[in-house]
């Protein structure tokens, strides 16, 4: 028997296509083995969560998807194009068409505004949309000239995901977007990314170790020392306010 | 036009590092204003120079003699190469100037007739031309009848070959010849004392029992023509008639003083500005690491977010760059008026019927292109970093671990068991590299204070040298021709005078293979007590009984060692061809000299001691009388008197060195403080966290500043004694380059420069610990510990 839901993904185009993925670090004498022959693929419009205890590798999977990083072995395809041997001028440049990124520490320019922080990314992408347009939807259109320093964490989180989906990216990439935010300041947050997901239709990646936060998802990819133990299709997702932690 | 938000970021940022801003901008203005300054004041002087010699057509090759038939001008004329000759009567004459109790020093040119000299046309600034049928008229230099305060219809007397004459000033006059005035032998110029005054050659010429004949030639080249050549052949067809050597203008003493001073402003100019922009550069070096670090994940996510690297590392370069050229355009600006301000000195000491200050856009362009790559050279190894730096960093949930970890731990500890001055040694002892950097830009700063000082003790000891040690006479005289021994006893009848001692000076030109140099060798008593020959080093050389002392640059200039054997050929009397064996070198900072004693002069000359001059010590009290007795008599041709000498000295080179110095002095203060201050500033905005989580684990306000001031104190200790070697080496550097023929830079650094450069570091760092504490009361406790930095 086949779910709807699974029949729906199965017809969905691959937006990611990772083959065989491995990264090792080497740390003076010690080889750190981060990821170990991974695949996996991102469907246009899901959501996904990467579950997994610290350590497992999902940062470093994230980076390599959102070419910030290169494998040291396997395969990456983004639509057509192979990522695993681009430059640095072509992750560049993919980075800046089709990635948004959102981090744990926010990584918001301190000495730009709210509306600054968001300019900053759609002025060098094509198909953005005003930042004022961006800071709307999530939630903070009377904090556009605030400095970062005069915002709350829960708010910089939401300013660092209105710079990220304000160009209009294929994929949205988050690494612990919760992560230093208490638990209503972080649903707040996964309500923001969940409508823009929705709304946007922009495929999205959250990393977190909590599995709290897997009902929200469309799928759950679950990490451990390197490598993906399982992988878990929600029939139905749950709104982010009713998730409880 | 709308700013783009990376644009904002870097107004923002700016903003935020005013205060080092600030300090490199100041640093970069002091190095582009001595660029500017030096250059335009130099490019100015070069092109008055060079429109003053073509339109006065100031002649290439210089030649004094006995006397020669008029008609020898045709030979001369006849040599190949030359373009133009002029001919005319020169007399050096003792001068009676009202006002004046010593006898002055005047220099007779002739002006033909009714015309205008073919060479060395006179420009008249006042009165009118001579009238060849007047024979008391003359036209006085401006310089002279300044400092005397002549004008147009005074008269001032003059001794004409032994006849007492009153000579009525008609005209006030300049000369390309005399744009820089001084007595021949002298080094400094005193237009007190010293004066060049023009009649026409129908009055001179007789006076002087030159009618139909001459005592001077100069001559003009054609562009191709080679001078080495055409000396050689004008001094073998003077030599029948007394020729005392042609030379070109590299020895004409005005032109020579103008290319010295050209060509020490090219040596400032350079060395200066690389020190003051090397220091700029290193300044930016330490704030932009520093910001770049603070930056770490602002880089990353710019990356992340697709901003090429090119576009980020251009925004660092950007930072360094408009901090830059805020400092260029001030230093700019400051140049200009600087450069007015030298060029106004330059028209003291040199006089042309025009000197403007005319800066050229080189100067701003070459002064944009030092800066330009001092800010690059301060920015490269942090833009490097920026390229380097992984955008992966942005998403790393941690910072890196950082050594400064378990910090609060150990000093919580160690709170009640360590003294802030091992925690301050513990601090230093940790980052070691950091440390050192900031010591070397303390020492840096003390060194540039040092350089500047020591331009002031380098004149004071070449004034003790040579009018302390050297020259110890109260008066020198100096006669026409030689005298037989007996005019010492003469001398020493004179009022007032209370010992003697002679010399014999014989225009020589000094040969050694294929070098060779016109001097006036100078016989000296063998235990010379008047005047003696005294090296850098202050210490007196005695004069060997057989053999020459040499000037060790002379030497220098001419490839010549002790033990070599030199050859003199003498330009006066029978024109003997001497040779000397060098013995020893006198390491003198004044002058290019041959010394012999004058016994063994006397013997090479087959001379019964024919003296040239004498040096006297006089009875303060009889001065005047003796000045009025010297003043009249005929075989008086000059009296040097050492205190006017040393007061115009003072007066002069003093003054001129003494507008860069000021300069210097000035930027080498603003450098320190500069200097100073980053070290503090960075120093709190490393450790604002430490700072705060000491105040929060309770630590008194006094404690925290003090922590972090001692640290800043303790560096400056180290950095004194590493400032003092730095600074002597810069000083020696620079003594090496002012090497000119006219005079040398001792290496001298007195303990007071050390001691003035210390305490203006330590007056620097206790303004920049004011400031700092200032902030440090304003340090915001909650936020310095919650940011992430
Ligand atoms: N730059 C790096 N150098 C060395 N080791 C690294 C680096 N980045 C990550 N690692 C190691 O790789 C492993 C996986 O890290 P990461 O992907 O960040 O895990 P997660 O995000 O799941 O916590 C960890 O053991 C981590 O220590
Ligand atoms: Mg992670």
Known sequence: ?245 | MVMRPLDRKLVRDLFHLRGQVVAIALVVACGVATVVTTRTAYESLVSARADYYARYRFADVFAHLERAPDVLRARIAEIPGVAAVETRVVADVTLDVPGLSEPAAGRLLSLPDGADPRLNAVHLRGGRPLDASRRDEVLVSEAFAQANHLRVGDAIGAVLNGRWERLRIVGIALSPEYIYEIRPADLFPDPRRFGVLWMSRAALGPAFDLDGAFNDVSLALVPEANQEEVIARVDRLLERHGGLGAYGRDEQVSARFIEDEIAQNRVTGTVLPAIFLGVAAFLLHIVLSRLVSTQREQIAVLKAFGYPKRTVALHYLLLAMTAVAIGALLGIGLGLWLGSLVNGVYREFYRFPRFPYEPGAAAVAIAVGVSALAAALGALSAVLRVLDLPPAEAMRPEPPARFRAGWIERAGLLRRLATPGRMVARNLSRRPVRAGLSVLGLALAVAILILARFFSDAIQTLSDVQFRSAQREDVAVSFHRPLSSHARFELAALPGVLSSETYRAVPARIRFEHHSRRVAVMGLHAQPSLRRIVGRDGRPVSLPADGAVLTSHLARLLHVEPGDVVTLEVLEGRRPALTVRVTTLADELLGLNVYLEDRALARLLEEEGSVSGAFLRVDAAASDALHQRLKRMPAVAGVGNRLAALASFEATLARNLGVMNGILVAFSCVIAAAMVYNSARIALSERSRELASLRVLGFSQREVTQMLLGEQAMLLVLALPLGFWIGHGLAKLLADAYAWELFRMPLVVTPRTYAYASLIAVLAALGSGALVRHRLRGLDLVASLKSRD
């Open chain 1, 1 to 245: 028997m086949v779910s709807a839901g699974a029949k729906d993904v199965a017809v969905r185009e691959a937006l990611f296509e990772a083959r065989g993925l491995s990264k090792t670090y080497v740390v003076g004498e010690v080889v750190v083995s981060a990821l170990a022959g991974v695949d996996l693929d991102l469907f246009r419009g899901e959501l996904v969560v990467l579950l997994g205890p610290s350590g497992s590798g999902k940062s470093t999977l994230l980076n390599i998807l959102g070419g910030l990083d290169v494998p040291t072995h396997g395969r990456v395809r983004f639509l057509h194009h192979d990522l695993t041997n681009a430059g640095e001028e072509i992750l560049t440049r993919f980075r800046r068409e089709h990635v948004g990124f959102v981090f744990q520490f926010y990584n918001l320019i301190p000495s730009l505004t709210a509306r600054e922080n968001v300019a900053l990314v759609t002025e060098i992408a094509a198909r953005s949309m005003p930042p004022d347009e961006a800071l709307g939807l999530v939630g903070l259109a009377d904090r556009l000239d605030h400095f970062p320093a005069q915002l709350s964490g829960g708010e910089q989180q939401r300013v660092a995901i209105a710079r990220a989906v304000a160009k209009r990216p294929d994929v949205l990439l988050c690494d612990e977007p919760t992560g230093a935010l208490d638990c209503e300041t972080g649903k707040r947050v996964l309500e923001v990314l969940s409508r823009a997901n929705q709304e946007l239709g922009t495929t999205t990646a959250v990393i977190t170790h909590n599995a709290a936060i897997a009902g929200m998802a469309d799928r759950v990819i679950r990490m451990r020392s390197g490598s993906i133990t399982g992988i878990q299709v929600n029939e139905q997702r749950v709104h982010p306010a009713e998730l409880e932690w």
